[in-house]
């Protein structure tokens, strides 16, 4: 089956830098990257995905690229805030009927 | 519109007893999941339930878990002579309908086997 690895696994920046997180993915049949991002005390919730057939994505603050040949994504935030603090979670699917997820990496945005 | 919501939000149970987590999907989402947080951990894939199609169970760890959908809306996961290692965040997510990508997820059950 397919296996995501996250990194790194806390992330602490200042508020105004930027702050990347990096998965990698070992199914090559994978063709859909979601990013989650979890508040304390709550489900999940889905901040940008891409496709298979797209490199990037971009949206406002936060942008998503893909790197098929490598099996890697990255979900880079610029200009960060002290409420994008909290728990990332990249996940990998095939289909959407199943969604393996990374560990989470815990961003602390620092006023 | 009312998301995804969860049963008990909270529950602490002895070990050997049986639990019920009960999941409420959106209205009209055909696609729903169970997925186990544990400490510090990512999300473990449970089951999927996509319609009147026969689930996907390949995610559950033992036989000691099961999970049903009745009338293609409320889901249970059932949990039978619970373990410590079965303490856990356990999340319900839907979604609209087979192949859509996005998962609505609930607030979760915040389980602890003494």
């Known amino acids: 089956g397919e296996n995501v690895e996250q990194h790194p696994s806390t992330l602490s920046v200042q508020e105004g830098d930027s702050a990347v997180i990096k998965c990698t993915y070992s199914?090559?049949?994978?063709?859909?990257f979601p990013w989650y991002k979890q508040e304390l005390g709550k489900g999940p919730q889905l901040i940008i995905d891409?496709?298979?057939?797209?490199g990037e994505k971009k949206d406002q603050r936060i942008a998503v690229t893909l790197n098929k040949t490598a099996k890697h994504f990255s979900l880079h935030i610029t200009e960060t805030q002290p409420e994008d603090s909290a728990v990332y979670f990249c996940a990998a699917s095939w289909g959407f009927n199943k969604f393996y997820f990374g560990s989470g990496t815990k961003l602390n945005v620092k006023p | 519109g009312a998301g995804v919501s969860q049963s008990p939000s909270n529950k602490v149970t002895e070990k050997g007893k049986d639990v019920e987590l009960r999941c409420d999907p959106i209205s009209g989402h055909t696609a729903l999941y169970w997925y186990r947080q544990s400490l510090g951990q990512g999300l473990e894939f449970l089951i999927y339930f996509q319609g009147n199609s026969a689930p996907d169970k390949s995610g559950l760890p033992s036989d000691r878990f099961s999970a049903e959908r009745t009338g293609g809306s409320v889901s249970t996961l059932t949990i039978q002579r619970t373990q410590q290692e079965d303490s856990a965040v356990y999340l319900c997510?839907?979604?609209?309908?087979?192949?859509?990508?996005?998962?609505?997820f609930g607030p979760g059950t915040r389980l602890l086997v003494l």
């Open positions: 199914d090559s049949a994978s063709n859909y």
């Open positions: 891409i496709r298979s057939n797209v």
């Open positions: 997510a839907s979604s609209p309908s087979s192949g859509a990508e996005t998962q609505y």
